[in-house]
């Protein structure tokens, strides 16, 4: 059997009463209450109903709940995730970390023994599933940096809270920094929307001039502080929890810009752009950020190319 079967086995045994951030295929039964920041890992559940929040959703009470480490997730939001969960136990009840990858595991056990009185642990040839319970007093919340986003326009500074896991979450990515810089005119209450919007320094620069802005991410996280960052500078928006922008109106916005996640794969890419083509406006547009070596013109048709650094190129699109 392999490894990773018999640890779904050892968990659907278990049966938890919650689980947040676990990869979809993890087998969980029916009674197990399902929490993602990620909608597109929700939506992507084969066994089960999901919910697509963050921890801090979880109800109080829990007997034992269940979190994934993943190679991607920063130890400060995998602590985060345990204390928030460790917080809403019930005495008695534990929280266990699935660890499928047997490199990982020692620095994994490790994190537990530093959270929790009692650790008890399930090993397999390839990962290891570790029970945490007696949670011990520790301040879980992450330290979240700030980074500066200046709009060259009229020389507005904004400081923006970031947080673990978000993209370009410790300083502003340079791709981003050169899309703001060619942001359109946002006069006249025009209609803008960030697509994938991180912790929001599109959306903000945007509001700051007088734009009307939505803000649209898979990631809850994302959502909850973009909204934070303009409220913090006396702006609003409106948060858009979505996977697919065929979903949304059509002709909706004059104005669709994006960072996209080149990361994410062609189908999803090609489906992103024909999705903003979808929701812009005839007369509006679309523009695009990109590392310039990326041949994305063979996706989006019609386009014109608005700058280009010698690293990044903005290309845009229409209706």
């Not at 007093?137 to 904004?158: C, L």
């Not at 896991?165 to 920094?177: C, E, I, K, N, R």
């Amino acid at each position: 059997m392999a490894a990773k079967d018999f640890l779904n086995q050892i968990l659907a045994a278990l049966a938890p009463d919650v689980a947040v951030n676990v990869a979809p295929e993890t087998l969980l039964p029916a009674t197990t209450h399902i929490f993602d920041t990620n909608l597109l890992k929700t939506l992507g559940r084969k066994n089960g109903q999901a919910v697509c929040a963050e921890v801090t959703a979880v109800p109080t009470g829990v007997g034992s709940a269940v979190t994934e480490a993943t190679s991607y997730k920063p130890k400060a939001l995998m602590i985060f995730e345990i204390g928030e969960l460790a917080a809403r136990l019930e005495d008695g009840g534990s929280v266990f970390l699935l660890e499928r990858h047997k490199k990982r595991a020692k620095t994994a056990r490790k994190m537990m023994a530093e959270l929790f009185g009692e650790v008890e642990i399930v090993e397999a040839a390839d990962g290891v599933l570790i029970k945490g319970t007696g949670p011990k007093p520790f301040d879980h919340q992450p330290a979240t940096a700030a980074i500066r986003v200046t709009d060259q326009t009229n020389g507005r500074n904004y400081d923006l809270k970031t947080w673990p896991g978000l993209f370009s979450g410790d300083g502003l990515d340079q791709g981003t920094a050169f899309l703001i810089d060619h942001l359109p005119d946002l006069g006249a209450g025009k209609r803008l929307l960030d697509v994938g919007c991180g912790c929001g320094p599109i959306s903000v620069v945007a509001a700051g001039r007088g734009g009307m802005v939505s803000y649209l991410d898979v990631d809850a996280t994302a959502l909850r502080i973009t909204g934070q960052n303009l409220a913090e500078h006396g702006l609003v928006g409106n948060a858009l929890l979505c996977a697919n922008l065929s979903d949304l109106a059509k002709s909706s916005f004059d104005y669709v810009v994006s960072n996209p996640p080149t990361h994410a794969g062609s189908d999803v890419l090609q489906g992103l752009f024909e999705g903003m083509r979808h929701v812009v406006t005839n007369g509006g547009h679309v523009t695009i950020v990109v590392r310039r070596h990326l041949a994305y013109e063979k996706w989006i048709g019609r386009h014109e190319l608005v700058a280009d650094d010698g690293r990044y190129k903005l290309l845009r699109f229409f209706a």
